[in-house]
């Protein structure tokens, strides 16, 4: 289990963080000092994650990128805009986390 120093500023992905099992490590996580990118495919479903996570860690550490992992294309975008923002690899599994150096920049204009 990492500990909350561990976890302090770095960015975490978690497919399928928008409910369920995903939702609730995004939210730990979150709690624990991470920024996390929580990938789903519904935007509404995404924002509401966003919001609960907000609301329950009061900070914003949680964001949501759209894109349905079974589009490659999809795939590569989002990619591309989590690896516009961090240092390190980034290994991608249906609802799993990863955690990465960042360097604090982080945009928020992705859509
Ligand atoms: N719940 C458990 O106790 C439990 C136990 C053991 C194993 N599991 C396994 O863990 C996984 C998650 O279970 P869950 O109960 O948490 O399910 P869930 O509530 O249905 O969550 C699934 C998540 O995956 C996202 N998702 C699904 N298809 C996607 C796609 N093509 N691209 C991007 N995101 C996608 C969903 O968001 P969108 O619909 O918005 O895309 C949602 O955030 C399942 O494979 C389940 O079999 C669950």
Known sequence: MATDEQLRNKYCVVTGGTSGIGLVTARRLVEMGAHVFIVGRDKNRGEDAQTSIRLASGTDGAE????????????????????????????????????????????????
């Open 64 to 111: 949501f990128l759209r894109a349905d992992l079974s589009n490659q294309d999809d795939v590569r975008l989002v990619a591309e805009a989590i690896s516009s923002r961090c240092d390190g690899l980034i290994s991608w599994s249906t609802m799993s986390a990863e955690c990465s150096d960042g360097d604090n920049s982080v945009h928020r204009d992705w859509k």
